[in-house]
C-alpha cells in the first residue's frame, strides 16, 4: 500500500524563524510530489515535483525531492503568522489514473 | 468563476438518513475525485473517475455510491448515514493527473 509519511506532526515557531516540513514517501508507479498548504477550506497547491534535485521556489517558500532517498523537504523562512496552516505532502502515482495519497500533515503555528 | 464547487457546504442529518453531496468543476478536465477528511485532518481518496469512468474505489462502505452524469459533474449519495460518516468531504479534478484542483468541502455531520 502506497504511504507517505510527514514530520513532524506539529510544529510551534516564533515569527522570523526559518522551518524546514520533511515528507518521506513509499509509492508504487511514483509520478509527483505536491506540497499544499490547508488553512481553513481547501488544500491550495503550492509546489509539484518530479525530478530530483531541482529546487522549486516560491517567495519565501522552496521545495526539493530526492528521487533515490525517496523524500522532499518544504523551507519556510522568515515565517509570518499567515504562515500558519497544516501543510500537506502528497504523492501522485498510476500514470494516467492520478491519485494523490497524503501524508498526515504537519501543523505549523507560529507565533507573532 | 469558481473552479470546482461543491454544495452544499454545510450538512447536519441524522443517522440513518441518506443524503447527497454535489461537484461541478468548470476546468475542462477529465478527472474528478472525492476525498475524505477525518478529524485529524488526514485526507483519504475514497472515488476517482475519467470521463464517467469509475477508475478508482478505494475501499468505501457501498453506502457511499458516485455518480457522474458528464465528466464535469460528481456526486456523492451516501445511503443509511453513519456517526462515522462525520467528516469533511473534498471534491477535486484534475487533467491527466496535472493542475489538481480541490474544492472548498463539505463538512457532513451526523446526530
Known amino acids: 500500500e502506497d504511504k507517505v509519511v510527514q514530520s513532524p506532526l506539529s510544529l510551534v515557531v516564533h515569527e522570523g524563524d526559518t522551518v524546514t516540513l520533511n515528507c518521506s514517501y513509499e509509492?508504487?508507479?511514483?509520478?509527483?510530489l505536491l506540497w499544499y498548504k490547508q488553512e481553513k477550506k481547501a488544500p491550495t497547491f503550492l509546489f509539484m515535483l518530479t525530478s530530483s534535485g531541482i529546487e522549486k521556489k516560491s517567495g519565501r517558500l522552496s521545495s526539493i525531492l530526492d528521487k533515490k532517498e525517496l523524500f522532499s523537504i518544504l523551507n519556510i523562512t522568515a515565517t509570518q503568522t499567515g504562515d500558519s496552516a497544516v501543510y500537506l505532502c502528497a504523492v501522485g502515482s498510476n500514470f494516467g489514473n492520478e491519485k494523490l495519497t497524503f501524508g498526515t500533515g504537519t501543523r505549523l503555528t507560529i507565533i507573532p | 468563476d469558481t473552479a470546482v464547487s461543491q454544495t452544499p457546504k454545510y450538512l447536519v442529518t441524522q443517522m440513518g438518513n441518506d443524503k447527497s453531496i454535489k461537484c461541478e468543476q468548470n476546468?475542462?478536465?477529465?478527472?474528478m475525485y472525492w476525498y475524505k477528511q477525518d478529524s485529524k485532518k488526514f485526507l483519504k481518496i475514497m472515488f476517482s473517475y475519467n470521463n464517467k469512468e469509475l477508475i478508482i474505489n478505494e475501499t468505501v462502505p457501498n453506502r457511499f455510491s458516485p455518480k457522474s452524469p458528464d465528466k464535469a459533474h460528481l456526486n456523492l449519495h451516501i445511503n443509511s448515514l453513519e456517526l462515522g460518516d462525520s467528516a469533511v468531504y473534498f471534491c477535486?479534478?484534475?487533467?491527466?493527473?496535472?493542475?489538481?484542483?480541490f474544492g472548498s468541502g463539505t463538512r457532513l455531520t451526523v446526530v
Open positions: 509509492v508504487t508507479n511514483f509520478r509527483s
Open positions: 476546468l475542462g478536465h477529465d478527472t
Open positions: 477535486a479534478s484534475s487533467l491527466l493527473g496535472l493542475g489538481y484542483t
